[in-house]
């Protein structure tokens, strides 16, 4: 599958509601998905505020349980080719790496890395979904520019 558009990809962050993540992580301690999204994001925003991408990022990374539901090895790199088209290269590298036993990392990834322990992990408000309308419409258009370019 792949987004075309910030409403397909908003419809499918929606989705995530009460969806939980794939058992099998460190500590057995399933997630919401949505909340999850929504922590994760919310923690890049509080740690580096000008990196949109990086922020988008954390708030899509973690819809391939929804993609494809059952098999957990795919799930990163099944997100990371949905969010290409409509968000960049980047993100899209961002979100196929963000598991930490994927490789070397530079600092963005580490950040998003440890973001998405400390969303697992800490209970906040972290928000609500449409907050994120702008932000996500900002890195599209930024990434259909680019592409234009090319």
Not at 16 to 43: E, I, K, M, Y
Not at 86 to 91: A, F, K, S, Y
Not at 97 to 107: E, I, K, L, Q, T
């Amino acid at each position: 599958m792949e987004l075309r558009s910030v409403e397909e990809l908003m419809d499918l962050l929606y989705a995530c509601r009460s969806a939980l993540d794939a058992p099998g992580f460190p500590g057995g301690r399933r997630v919401d998905l949505h909340q999850h999204a929504l922590r994760t994001a919310a923690v890049l925003r509080r740690s580096r505020p000008a990196d949109k991408e990086l922020q988008v990022a954390g708030l899509v990374h973690a819809i391939g349980p929804l993609l494809r539901p059952g098999d957990r090895t795919a799930h990163p790199d099944c997100a990371a080719d949905a969010v290409r088209p409509l968000l960049g290269e980047r993100v899209a590298g961002l979100v196929r790496g963000h598991r930490p036993d994927s490789g070397p990392a530079d600092d963005d990834l580490l950040r998003l890395r440890q973001a998405d322990e400390e969303g697992r992990h800490i209970g906040f408000a972290a928000g609500v979904l449409e907050d994120w309308r702008t932000v996500l419409e900002l890195v599209a258009a930024r990434n259909s520019r680019l592409g234009a370019v090319d």
